[in-house]
């Protein structure tokens, strides 16, 4: 076991610095103060966290800058991303159209929970997991 903990110490050491998050799709939600803003963004670089490291970064800073302007909150909540045209490519096989249902849901979620924690308390990983499809989903005419 104190094996194990030396292990793990290490790569939160590793992971856990400046050096490491700033070339990382965990800057995203790094780079935000408000609960909302780091939610979402941990929620979307996560989706888009596949594939060449520098393609997500790429990506990221397209999603969260460029379309989102910087504020992912009051983007999902202004409903402006409905103005995207669905075959926008955001990343590799990640879309508008699938942007668009998350957006969709994200706004839902804020708006019957204020948070994407209060959605998960209570819950555990996997039910938390199952309560955010069905909201996706419920938010986009129940499709999944």
């Known amino acids: 076991m104190e094996h194990l903990r030396s ?3 290490e790569k939160f050491m590793l992971y856990n610095s400046k050096d490491f998050i700033k070339n990382d799709p965990i800057s995203f939600p790094h780079s935000f103060t ?3 803003d780091i939610e979402i963004a941990a929620l979307l670089a996560s989706v888009i966290a596949w594939g060449n490291r520098r393609m997500i970064l ?3 800073r397209k999603m ?3 379309i989102m302007h910087s504020e992912p909150y009051g983007y ?3 409903g402006e991303w ?3 045209d669905d075959s926008l490519n955001i990343h590799r096989t990640f879309f ?3 942007f668009k249902y998350i957006c969709r849901g994200l706004k839902s979620i804020y708006s019957k929970y204020g948070t994407l924690e209060t959605l998960f308390l209570g819950c555990t990983v996997w039910e938390g997991i199952e309560k955010l499809r069905f909201e996706l989903a419920a938010a986009n005419g129940g499709e999944s």
């Open 64 to 66: 969260f800058c460029d």
């Open 82 to 84: 409905e103005q995207l």
């Open 7 to 9: 292990v793990l110490d």
């Open 76 to 78: 999902v909540m202004s």
């Open 34 to 36: 408000r609960r909302e």
């Open 58 to 60: 790429a990506s990221g």
């Open 96 to 98: 508008a159209r699938d």
